[in-house]
């Protein structure tokens, strides 16, 4: 019996509802967009605010986004990093893919010729604490440093002997065996693709002056 | 209706202990567990959480007379949820480290069963002071729970509270504290002893007649 | 064969190692509230495992068609405004606030085409259904799929995200059962008076955590072995 | 002009999603009705309808049915506190502080040294736990005497008296945790119509030799209640059960029936407790 009246009154019975939700739409958008240029500075000083780690003599304010694609077929965004003379110091690539707990994220620093590893820095982590979370450390990072590209990583609990070997921390070989993974798996499928933007040439003339242009739009 | 509705001064004190939403009534474990092996994490979350209750606590208030019987759960999680995202994104935009922290932890806030259930008891039936009061006493008693919790779980896990080192040099860290189990483990024996307290209390009353 | 690798990887860790009530602490009042027998905790695992699939689907569409930065519809709102294409119109925020709608609706309407159609099953689960709406491990879940939907750089998929659902629930059933027969061999114990209860409850799950931290790093057998089954 | 669209935009996703979802839900509420117990409903729109599963039910909707079935008390509700539990006695027509008028009785009178112990236990000191093992005496349906209900009571209602469990009624509640916690299910919730109600104090159904063999106060099946009385009374195997549904509180049966019964083992039972029953 409630049919009819029932349908002819659902504007009259709902109306509080759609006006809030007019207006707590209108609400949040504009907080979204009073916020979210602040929020996308964080998200950027994240990444950049580590590059000098990264790539020795790199000035971050120099650093352009360049868009790639993998062998895997995915676009991803890595960054070219410049000194402050403008002179192309090397790359930056961010990977991620799962620890011995949680996800591992981290950023991986090459050289300008994609030959060897400059850097690495991990950048989120919930690895155990006390032991694989000395991932983060500095002395476990530092071990990256200078290896080639052209092989795997190997991780092994010895004294390294060749120079694509890894020494594991202890206790935590398992992350990082995750980590040297990580880089493998970053690399094989980003190597080519990077060296085929090959620094120098015009290319790299568009490149570095886009991040003066870039700065210009994100800033509020 | 037999009994009066209690006055803003009575929420606002129930809301500490006598109420207390997490040893007396068991609501919003989610963020308890999860965020509490810092005092840091737990302090912005409590003050997240106070920030979403006291707000929709005045937004219902102020609308109680428009609410339908039918539609009001409704119009509560719009409403939670809107005050939740703006909170959301004022962590990401002015404490950056902590909002990434937290994570979804932040929007979970939003299926917290504390603030609907707040909304429900008080907002939708009190003027605006008094649901203000209810919310400022149930957000105390939140933030002191989520305290007692993350200094046990920080100074025996990590040797530290809200960061600066406490225990001596020589303290090897707990590191099951900071991880999952220690939380379950923590909350279980503080309800332990808080329902201890209590029972011993009412022992003593029930003689005292 | 990468795909199914990484579809079982996402499975086993949604399931096991970081399994959604004991290691990210969602869903934990129905882990303590509905765990007193075993029937009804193996129930309500399976209620909530269908939910969050029909959330996982629902948020998933959602989130790729309208709510992700550069996503289809606001693109092309921003093109027929004549806006510049350089820039794009980002809805997310309103993504919290979908979600829930979304979830409570869809459980209320599920609830009432099963009780409407199939009575015998709404007897069994139907139940638990309106439980669901606040459990965290739905919205928990939508906010994983949201999460891998705003970073280009692992733009998931529709099985992706569904296997994550699949393995969240099925890592809730296993839980909240295991505590459920935990529980009911309790019921004889002599547990001190103040423990009673939620105490006791929230130790013997600290402890199921403690073990469930076995699981860490199953991954890197898992996927060994699946890369050699498949080659 | 960024701004002004994704305000309008979020404004309008919003808006047609909330019209939306309204009218499909209102649509399929019509399409797939199904009647409930007006009761039921009425109850559960009372209720805050957060289904947080804290009453121990799953989910507001069980609570509700258990509510109307008589099996719970209002005040279950911990969202809904007080003003809840009140709207809930309206509906039930019971008032809620008068106290709700389902309060749990236990069918067994027979003190420790009144039955026969079979053997020496040494198990765990919980009913659960003996019962599993049989129970410590004679009688496999009485009261063990361990006090599991004792120690579910969150209103200090149960003493356990010489291994008997004595309900306090000025302290009961009705919140029926005890009924759950009995290994041998002997407590049970009844209507208290009145202060003091009838009750069968035996729960043993086995015939009266095998019944004198291990109780001294447990009934011996003699149905003269059921023939005396027979509106309210009616036999169950060696036990009589009183019909709760047609019990009024000034029925003559009830009154001809206790003074007939050769075992004592109908009681009152309520507030004020009776000094001292038999």
């Known amino acids: 019996m409630a049919e009819a009246p029932k349908s002819r009154n659902f504007i009259g019975q709902a109306w509080l509802v759609i006006l809030l939700a007019l207006l707590y739409g209108g609400a949040l958008a504009t907080v979204h967009t009073a916020l979210s240029a602040r929020i996308a500075e964080n998200k950027r000083n994240e990444t950049y605010s580590v590059i000098p780690i990264l790539v020795e003599g790199a000035d971050q304010s120099m650093t352009a986004e360049v868009s790639v694609e993998g062998q895997n077929g995915k676009e991803l965004t890595v960054y070219r990093v410049l000194d402050s003379g403008g002179h192309h110091r090397g790359w930056v690539l961010p990977a991620a893919g799962q620890g011995f707990a949680d996800q591992i994220e981290i950023l991986i620093g090459l050289d300008a010729e994609v030959s060897t590893i400059a850097g690495l820095y991990v950048l989120g982590q919930k690895e155990t604490p006390g032991l694989g979370d000395y991932i983060t450390g500095e002395g476990f990072r530092n071990r990256f440093r200078g290896k080639p590209t052209d092989r795997p990583l190997v991780v092994v609990k010895s004294d390294p002997k060749a120079n694509n070997e890894i020494l594991a921390l202890t206790g935590a070989t398992i992350s990082s065996e995750s980590v040297s993974g990580i880089v493998n798996r970053a690399l094989a499928n980003l190597k080519g693709p990077i060296r085929q933007l090959a620094p120098g040439g015009g290319e790299e003339q568009d490149e570095a002056s886009s991040p003066a242009d870039r700065q210009g739009e994100t800033g509020p | ?12 004190i129930n809301g500490i202990l006598p109420e207390n939403p997490v040893y007396r009534q068991l609501l919003g474990m989610c963020p308890v567990l999860a965020v509490t092996n810092g005092m840091k994490p737990a302090m912005t979350m409590a003050g997240a959480t106070a920030f979403v209750l006291i707000l929709a606590n005045i937004m219902i208030s102020l609308m109680r007379g428009l609410l339908k019987p039918h539609l009001r759960i409704l119009v509560f999680t719009l409403t939670i949820a809107t005050f939740v995202t703006i909170a959301d994104r004022l962590l990401a935009a002015y404490m950056y480290e902590m909002s990434k922290q937290l994570g979804p932890y932040v929007p979970l806030i939003i299926v917290n069963c504390l603030i609907i259930s707040r909304c429900e008891i008080c907002a939708s039936k009190q003027d605006v002071r008094v649901a203000v009061a209810d919310g400022v006493g149930m957000s105390l008693g939140f933030a002191l729970a989520l305290a007692s919790i993350a200094t046990v779980r920080e100074i025996l896990g990590s040797g530290t509270w809200l960061g600066l080192p406490v225990m001596p040099g020589f303290w090897p860290n707990w590191g099951i504290m900071v991880l999952p189990p220690g939380a379950f483990l923590t909350l279980g024996l503080l309800l332990g002893m808080v329902e201890w307290v209590n029972q011993a209390r009412a022992k003593k009353a029930g003689k005292r007649e | 064969m990468e795909t199914l690798t990484g579809l079982v990887l996402i499975f086993i860790s949604a399931a096991l190692i970081n399994n959604f009530v004991l290691h990210y602490f969602v869903g934990v009042c129905p882990f303590l509230g509905v765990s007193r027998k075993i029937g009804t905790a193996f129930g309500m695992g399976c209620a909530v495992t269908f939910v969050i699939s029909i959330a996982a689907l629902l948020s998933w569409t959602l989130t790729y068609f309208i709510l992700r930065p550069g996503a289809p519809l606001p693109s092309w709102v921003w093109a027929v405004a004549g806006g510049n294409p350089a820039t794009t119109v980002d809805l997310s925020v309103l993504s919290y606030i979908v979600y829930i709608f979304v979830i409570a609706s869809s459980v209320q309407f599920v609830e009432m085409y099963v009780r409407k159609f199939f009575p015998a099953l709404y007897k069994s689960f139907g139940v638990y259904l309106p439980l669901i709406t606040t459990n965290c491990a739905i919205l928990f879940a939508c906010l994983e799929i949201m999460k891998h939907l705003q970073d280009p750089m692992r733009l998931w998929g529709l099985h992706e995200a569904l296997a994550l659902a699949i393995g969240g629930g099925v890592g809730f059933t296993i839980a909240i059962s295991l505590m459920a027969g935990i529980r009911e061999d309790m019921d004889i114990c002599d547990v001190p008076k103040p423990l009673k209860g939620a105490g006791i409850a929230l130790i013997v799950a600290g402890i199921m955590a403690m073990a469930f931290m076995g699981f860490t790093g199953v991954q890197n057998g898992v996927e060994t072995a699946l890369s050699s089954l498949l080659r | 002009m960024l701004t002004v669209v994704t305000v309008v935009l979020a404004a309008v996703v919003l808006a047609v999603l909330a019209v939306g979802m309204g009218y499909v839900l209102g649509w399929a509420n019509r399409k797939f009705h199904v009647a409930v117990d007006p009761k039921v409903e009425a109850l559960l729109g009372a209720m805050p309808g957060a289904n947080c599963g804290g009453c121990g039910y799953v989910g507001c909707s069980e609570y509700a049915e258990a509510l109307a079935r008589g099996e719970a008390g209002v005040t279950l509700c911990a969202p809904g506190g007080v003003s809840t539990a009140e709207q809930l006695a309206d509906i039930m027509g019971i008032e809620v502080d008068q106290a709700c008028p389902y309060r749990a009785v236990l069918h067994c009178s027979a003190y420790e040294h009144q039955r026969l112990q079979r053997r020496e236990y040494f198990g765990e000191r919980t009913c659960g736990a003996a019962n599993l093992v049989g ?26 008296v010489d291994g008997l469990c004595i309900i306090d009624y000025e302290k009961c509640v009705g919140c029926g945790a005890c009924v759950r916690a009995c290994p041998r299910n002997i407590i049970s919730m009844i209507p208290f119509k009145a202060d003091r109600m009838l009750v069968v104090v035996c729960a043993n159904k086995d015939n009266a030799r095998e019944v ?67």
Do not use: N, W
Not at chain 4, 144 to 153: H, P, Q, S
Not at chain 4, 255 to 261: D, F, V, W
């Open chain 2, 1 to 12: 209706m037999t009994r009066g509705e209690p006055t803003a001064l009575e929420r606002f």
């Open chain 4, 135 to 160: 129970g410590t005496q004679g009688c496999a349906y009485g009261c063990l005497g361990f006090g599991d209900c004792e120690l579910v009571c969150d209103y200090d209602a149960i003493e356990m």
């Open chain 4, 212 to 278: 004198k063999e291990v109780c001294e106060v447990g009934c011996s099946g003699c149905a003269l209640c059921a023939r005396k009385g027979p509106e309210l009374f009616s036999m169950d195997g060696g036990l009589p059960i009183i019909d709760y549904e047609a019990y009024t509180p000034d029925h003559p049966d009830l009154e001809i029936a206790r003074e007939k019964c050769p075992k004592k083992t109908l009681v009152f039972m309520g507030k004020p407790a009776e000094p001292e029953s038999f």
